[in-house]
């Protein structure tokens, strides 16, 4: 049936290209892992931590001797890590060096409006935008990307985005691997295509959008990691288009799951695979005995990917990959033992619940029957409220919801309570066909008549063809009084 859908959604456009694609067992694993610098930063007579980030065109070599033309941050792909603490005000100096407007958002982190980079805060070429905020939520892995309306998906593809770690004092009192780049290891995992000339590629287009026909990591492509601790924390980002992952290690051993979008789990959950669809983000932990290899996998199935019909056949039938190898030294650091609680998560109320929304993703990529309209307020939440969303995947076939500002809870996947992997703390969720899911959200301290934030589906084409939506978030009373157009910095 599902098949017979994705036909019918299609019909016409053609744009299933057949292609080799790099499954599991041929990748040698033969190049280190690059890992992205941290960010500099500098703290001013304010005390405010002062970041700068410049888009820019340039070109990266995937492959020694072939230049591929890219973008990046601060470089030629990817772009820095910035790492700030709980309590901090941060400000980040961004420039637009590309001949065409960008935005900078920040996803997954609480701040106001107009400080978000969503497609009301766009960068036009040359131009420079410095949004600040105060750092007021728990330790986290979240990143950023571009969000101009339409071309979302082009600007990630080529290689702007880089991740924004957070971190406050109970997260270090833990004593989990917390050295960068040593034992705390970014993991941005994209799938993306070379053309014969080099340059980068979509392989394939299928419902979900664009997909590459092999994997990269932190932009390396065939890497491995060498480690020299027993314990090693691998910050999980699916920075794909489109594609989702079921990680798993390929020895069989479970993948320790510590925490997910918005921060740490009460425990760590031993899981077959840790889902990641595109945005979405998870912390685990590896324990390694010396001189021990093993790799990486996805181990997604086609159907649960939503990679039906000639899109899998072309992949094996398959949507199985190798990711990342991992080969632990003949003699490794000694590791603490984690604790056995790592957190302490309330549940809302939810008889405080005051507003209980739904939200119907249907086919044509419509939310509640309407596509993205940069002129209309969807949604007026008022500031301090509890909210129920219910967010129903009404087509067959795999969508996400993602929602800004706020990290939320799960409170039923069909009437169910969530698995232990899924009820912490979220901002973007992999949403299976005909699905309901309740959320539980209450969005804080910045109020905006007039500047909205966004919910959409975080497969991006989908978000550039008008998967997305927009909610003010007012005082007790007010009303949205956006007038519609796009406010242009310069
Ligand atoms: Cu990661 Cu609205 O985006
Ligand atoms: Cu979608």
Redo the contacts with the bound molecule.
């Keep these: 049936a599902a098949g017979g859908l994705v036909a019918v959604a299609f019909a016409g456009c053609g744009i299933v290209t057949p292609g080799p694609v790099s499954t599991v067992g041929e990748v040698d694993f033969d190049r280190p892992l690059a890992i992205p610098p941290l960010a500099d930063s500098t703290v001013d007579a304010a005390g405010t931590r002062v970041f700068t980030l410049d888009a820019q065109a340039g070109t990266t070599e995937f492959e020694p001797g072939e230049a591929s033309g890219t973008w990046g941050f601060n470089g030629s792909y990817l772009g820095p890590t910035l790492v700030a603490e709980l309590g901090e005000h941060i400000r980040v100096d961004v420039t637009n060096s590309l001949d065409e407007p960008t935005t900078v958002?920040w996803?997954?982190m609480h701040l106001p409006p107009e400080m978000d980079g969503?497609p009301h805060q766009m960068v036009a070429p040359d131009a420079s935008w410095s949004p600040e905020w105060d750092i007021d939520q728990q330790a986290a892995t979240l990143?950023y990307?571009p969000?101009p309306h339409g071309e979302?998906e082009d600007h990630v593809a080529r290689g702007l985005a880089g991740m924004f770690l957070l971190h406050d004092e109970h997260e270090r009192s833990l004593g989990l691997p917390g050295e960068y780049g040593v034992d705390d290891i970014p993991v941005i995992v994209q799938d993306t295509g070379l053309s014969a000339e080099g340059e980068l590629e979509t392989k394939q287009r299928g419902y979900a959008g664009g997909l590459g026909d092999e994997l990269i990591v932190n932009g390396t492509r065939s890497p491995y990691l060498e480690v020299g601790d027993e314990l090693v924390r691998l910050r999980l980002l699916n920075a794909s288009t489109a594609r989702s992952y079921a990680f798993a290690w390929s020895d069989d051993r479970p993948i320790e799951l510590i925490a997910t979008d918005g921060g740490l789990l009460e425990a760590s959950v031993p899981l077959d695979q840790v889902r990641l669809s595109?945005?979405e983000r998870a912390e685990v932990l590896l324990r390694v005995e010396p001189g021990e290899r093993l790799v990486l996998q996805s181990q997604m199935t086609p159907e649960i990917a939503g990679l039906v019909g000639p899109v899998a056949d072309t992949n094996g039938g398959s949507d199985a990959f190798d990711v990342l190898e991992v080969r632990a030294a003949d003699t490794l650091e000694a590791a603490p033992d984690v604790p056995a609680q790592l957190n302490t998560i309330a549940d809302f109320d939810e008889a405080d619940v005051v507003t209980t929304r739904r939200f119907e993703l249907s086919d044509s990529f419509e939310i509640n029957g309407e596509s993205m309209d940069m002129g209309r307020v969807d949604e007026t939440v008022t500031v301090d409220t509890l909210e129920r969303w219910v967010v129903e995947n009404a087509t067959q076939v795999p969508h996400s919801f993602?929602v800004?500002d706020v990290q939320f809870r799960i409170a039923t996947i069909d009437g169910e309570a969530p698995p232990p992997e899924l009820a912490g703390w979220k901002?973007?969720i992999f949403t299976e066909p005909e699905t309901e899911y309740e959320l539980l959200m209450r969005f804080e301290d910045y109020t905006d008549t007039d500047t909205p934030y966004?919910?959409?589906c975080?497969l991006l084409w989908h978000?550039d063809q008008g998967m997305?939506g927009q909610f003010a978030v007012v005082e007790p009373g007010q009303s949205a009084t956006m007038t519609g157009g796009t406010h242009h910095e310069h």
């Design positions: 958002h996803h997954g969503g990143w990307h969000h979302t595109p945005g993602h800004h901002d973007t966004m919910y959409h975080h978000e997305m």
